[in-house]
C-alpha cells in the first residue's frame, strides 16, 4: 500500500467514524464499548483490500456491526448478573450537530436491551441509518427476508417502550436546574410541583456507589429519597456541578462530596419530569471527569 493509498484510507475511515461510532453506541450502550470497536474495526479497515471497496462507509458498518455483534455476546452475560440496575453510559450532546442527527434517549437504548442482538442490529442499521435490507444481510449473514422480520420484529417491541416527546431544550434546562436544587435542599413542596405522579427513578451504582438497587416509583416514594438523600448530605449543592445534555436529555453533571462523579438525566412530559436516571458508576463516568472539570467555576451554572 503506498503513502497516499494510506492515507486515503485513513480519510475514508475518519469519514465514516461519526456514523460508526453513533452505531456502536447504541449497539453496545457505552461509550467505552463503542470507542474500544472502533480502533479495532480500523486495524481490520486497514487489512482489506481497499481498492477494491466501492462503498467504504457501508463496509465500515459491516465491520463495525459484526464486531459489536460479537462484544454483545459478552456483555449480555456481564449484564445478567450486574449488580441493581443497568443504565447506559450517558453521553454528553451539548452539541447537537454532533449527536442527535438520531435518537440517544436513555429511554431508546433501554428500549434496545430487551432485543436480541440480531434484531438490535436490524432495527438500528435499518430504522436509525436508512440502511437497506440487502445491506443488512450482508452485515448479519442473513436473508434479506429474515432481516425485514427481525426489523419489523424489533420495531413493535421499541415502540412500546419509547417515551413521548421531550421538553424543548430551554423548558428542561429550566426544569433540571429547579430539581437540582429542591432535591439537594430538600424542598418537597417545589418537588411536588415539578415531578409527574407516576414518576420513575433509577439509580445505577454497579456495586462500585451507593445506588438503589431497584427502581423507584410514584412521586412519594421519590419525595422521601429526595428528602432523606438531602438530610444526609446536608441541604446543599456540591461545590462542582454543571447544567448539560445527556443523551439529548436536560442533565446535571457533579462531583459530590464523597468524590463520585454523578449524572442525573430528566425524561420531561407535559411540563413535569417523569423519568429520572442517575448514574453514579465510576467505571461509566471517567469521560465526563473533564467536561465538569472545564466548566467548574465558569457561570451561574457551576457555582
Not at 440517544?104 to 442499521?125: D, G, H, K, W, Y
Not at 414518576?199 to 412521586?219: E, F, R
Amino acid at each position: 500500500m503506498t503513502a497516499q493509498q494510506e492515507m486515503d484510507g485513513t480519510n475514508a475511515f475518519l469519514t465514516a467514524r461519526p456514523r460508526l461510532f453513533a452505531a456502536a453506541y447504541r449497539m453496545l450502550g457505552t461509550v467505552s464499548d463503542a470507542e474500544d470497536i472502533l480502533q479495532d474495526a480500523y486495524l481490520r479497515w486497514q487489512a482489506a483490500p481497499q481498492a477494491q471497496v466501492q462503498d467504504a462507509t457501508g463496509y465500515l458498518m459491516r465491520i463495525t456491526t459484526r464486531l459489536c455483534l460479537d462484544q454483545l455476546k459478552s456483555a449480555r452475560a456481564r449484564r445478567e448478573t450486574y449488580p441493581g440496575e443497568w443504565l447506559p453510559e450517558p453521553l454528553l450532546t451539548d452539541d447537537p450537530a454532533e449527536h442527535l442527527d438520531h435518537d440517544v434517549s436513555v429511554a431508546l437504548l433501554l428500549a434496545l436491551e430487551t432485543l436480541s442482538p440480531l434484531e438490535r442490529a436490524a432495527f438500528l442499521l435499518h430504522d436509525i441509518f436508512d440502511s437497506s435490507y440487502d445491506d443488512i444481510s450482508a452485515a448479519l449473514n442473513r436473508s434479506s427476508a429474515a432481516c425485514r422480520q427481525l426489523a419489523a420484529r424489533a420495531r413493535r417491541k421499541v415502540q412500546r417502550l419509547r417515551p413521548q416527546a421531550p421538553a424543548n431544550p430551554d423548558q428542561g434546562r429550566d426544569l433540571a436546574e429547579a430539581f437540582f436544587r429542591a432535591s439537594r435542599t430538600g424542598d418537597t413542596a417545589a418537588l411536588t410541583q415539578m415531578l409527574a405522579q407516576d414518576v420513575q427513578l433509577i439509580s445505577d451504582g454497579g456495586g462500585k456507589a451507593m445506588a438503589t438497587l431497584n427502581p423507584i416509583y410514584g412521586l412519594e416514594r421519590v419525595l422521601r429519597l429526595c428528602e432523606g438523600l438531602a438530610r444526609k448530605a446536608g441541604r446543599g449543592l456540591p461545590e462542582h456541578w454543571r447544567l448539560c445534555q445527556l443523551n439529548g436529555l436536560p442533565a446535571i453533571l457533579s462531583r459530590e462530596p464523597d468524590g463520585i462523579l454523578q449524572a442525573i438525566a430528566l425524561e420531561v412530559w407535559n411540563g413535569r419530569i417523569a423519568r429520572i436516571y442517575v448514574t453514579r458508576n465510576p467505571d461509566k463516568m471517567r469521560h465526563l471527569a473533564e467536561p465538569l472539570m472545564q466548566s467548574e467555576g465558569a457561570g451561574p451554572s457551576c457555582p
